[in-house]
């Protein structure tokens, strides 16, 4: 029919349009205008639709942020409303808005401890390189400045602005665009499953964090200014760790008075089952970044929380911090945070993910692979999960070529209306936090279909 027609033709020209003149973000784009990119037009709960008409469950909740689902009313309001009364206006030059400074203290509600000040950037990468100019600043102006050295992580994700990439263990990213910036250390990533060997667990999360000290005491305690870490590192394809982890690398910071950060952009707004990853893991970080599921993604905002150690120093003795961004609190990015964070308390969506939802997704997802042979191992919390998959799950044997199963396991699932991100071999899931038992249910009978395709892929192609 026409209409049919007409569709198709939306989506030819739609393709065309951006395969001339749309660069994405993280793709190849040459293969990727070879066949063109799907093109997402709608958005309802868990769901988006494609062009095509096809709803697809997004396991993924858009880049894991949409955590309170697609197309909520309060957000959008809320949006609508501050574009009517102001649109913009900015924080500089003793100014402020509504919706900043009521931010500020929604967000200071839910941080942990005495992360009260709140400074606003636009995306995670801002954020994290927020986090790296405030700590280095807050060395000098205690009179250190040459504690400048930050420690990270291998695999760690945490942005791409130069900043971002230079304190993120990607191997890939490094590759390229540098040279990055000096005085950036990093520590092997606590991954048990694949580099623990016969340790178990416990001892494992301990040996890992004690690299941290290995690596203070290598460069001099005197020199190093602060660890950062994402609770789990999500795109690094939700690497768990050990229990053991997070308190003993805490208890090596404060032995050598090292600050500690956690990168929250994606634990952060109940993913892990409470407000923050910290939370999960028990412990106090001095400064915190946190973005996308502050808005539920709806704008784009982030936020550094910064306890009073380093506010009231730099506050009472920095002088003015020479750093910021044109759109630092947006009022309409704000307004619609304020909204995303009032709706998760009144419709207590973090005790949902931990005591309701994040325990029956993992079990159900356990539950359907069980006897899954590509499943080699499956660490999660809350609603977060990354699925190892292997060549033999006895043995426990990755893969030769790694990135070739996952990718043909992500494409499977792409074409059965299942968005689930490939992470090398590792497949990962971060739906809304709003999902239904029912949903969970959808989403883990779609998983197992696709990994059951795959492995028939796997078997045909001989990998
Ligand atoms: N930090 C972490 C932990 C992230 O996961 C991400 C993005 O995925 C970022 C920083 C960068 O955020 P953005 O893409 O908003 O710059």
């Known amino acids: ?239 768990v760790p050990p229990a053991s982890y997070w308190p003993e690398i805490q208890r090596i910071c404060r032995k050598y008075d090292i600050l500690l950060a956690a990168d929250e952009v994606i634990c952060g707004f109940g993913r892990t089952g409470s407000w923050f990853g910290s939370q999960t893991f028990g412990i106090e970080p001095d400064l915190m970044s946190m973005a996308k599921g502050l808005s539920s993604g709806y704008m784009p905002i982030s936020a550094v929380a910064v306890g009073d150690r380093v506010a009231n120093c730099l506050i009472e003795k920095g002088g003015e911090f020479f750093h910021g961004f044109t759109y630092s609190g947006h009022p309409v990015a704000a307004a619609v945070a304020v909204a995303n964070i009032r709706l998760m308390k009144q419709e207590k969506v973090v005790d949902y993910v931990a005591d309701d939802i994040g325990p029956y997704f993992q079990q159900q997802l356990r539950a359907v692979l069980a006897d899954q042979p590509l499943t080699g191992h499956i660490e999660g919390a809350g609603l977060v999960a990354g699925i190892a998959l292997v060549k033999d799950r006895e043995a426990k044997q990755f893969f030769a070529d790694e990135g070739t199963v996952g990718t043909l396991c992500r494409d499977h699932c792409f074409e059965n209306g299942l968005i689930m991100r490939a992470v090398g071999d590792r497949m990962v899931l971060s739906p809304p936090l709003v999902i239904s038992r029912k949903e969970v249910d959808e989403l883990c009978a779609k998983v197992r279909k696709c990994f059951d395709l795959t492995l028939d892929s796997v078997r045909t192609q001989g990998l």
């Open 1 to 239: 029919s026409n209409a049919v027609t007409q569709t198709e033709n939306l989506t030819a020209a739609i393709q065309r349009i951006d395969a001339n003149h749309h660069w994405h973000p993280f793709t190849d784009t040459a293969a990727l205008n070879s066949k063109g990119a799907r093109v997402i037009v709608r958005g309802e709960g868990v769901y988006v639709w494609d062009s095509e008409g096809n709803r697809i469950i997004d396991g993924m909740a858009g880049l894991w942020c949409v955590n309170m689902g697609y197309g909520r009313k309060e957000l959008i309001d809320a949006a609508k409303q501050q574009l009517d009364e102001l649109p913009y206006y900015n924080h500089f030059f003793q100014t402020t808005t509504t919706p900043a400074a009521v931010l500020a203290q929604e967000i200071a509600s839910v941080t942990p401890g005495d992360l009260n000040h709140i400074f606003f950037a636009n995306s995670g990468s801002e954020a994290v390189d927020t986090l790296i100019r405030m700590i280095r600043h807050y060395w000098a102006v205690e009179g250190k400045p040459e504690k400048n050295v930050l420690i990270g992580r291998k695999n760690a994700y945490h942005g791409s602005t130069i900043g971002g990439t230079s304190l993120g263990g990607m191997g890939a990213m490094h590759k390229q665009g540098g040279p990055y910036l000096p005085n950036i250390e990093h520590i092997d990533q606590p991954y048990w499953y694949g580099e623990a060997g016969d340790l178990d667990e416990e001892a494992f999360g301990l040996k890992a964090a004690r690299a941290l000290e290995e690596k203070i005491l290598e460069v001099g305690p005197e020199k190093v200014a602060a660890f950062i870490g994402e609770p789990i590192q999500g795109a690094g394809g939700v690497i």
